[in-house]
């Protein structure tokens, strides 16, 4: 019995998917679930490519302001370092970002507080 119930089920399940009203719904739902896929990737896409610009924006904005600084102070900063008599390319190099970090952030914390900021 319960084989004879298997095997008409089974009969069953072949006539309803070689129907073709079905095969035509079936292959629309894939086609549409195609085109949102696409879309999908596509939106992704953007939405990443948006990122990196605001990443990269940002790396620029960091780097001007960090050359900004620099050669604004590098006279300072000789006399500082060969006074404290920095020898090793590792203290030099940590010594002079962290002055320019240092000065870069009280920079943008003072216009983001109002301080200084002229409007353009």
Known sequence: MKTFFI???SIAMVCVFS???FSSDKFEDIY???VNQM???YQARLHLAD???KI???IGKDASEMINYLQANKGRLVQEMREKKMYTSGKIRRYITNQARVAVMNKAVMKDVGLGY???
Do not use: R, V
């Open 32 to 34: 549409d679930g195609k």
């Open 56 to 58: 990269l924006s940002d």
């Open 118 to 120: 002229t409007k353009p």
């Open 51 to 53: 990122s990196e610009y």
């Open 39 to 41: 879309i999908s990737f």
């Open 19 to 21: 129907s073709n009203s």
């Open 7 to 9: 095997i008409t089920l």
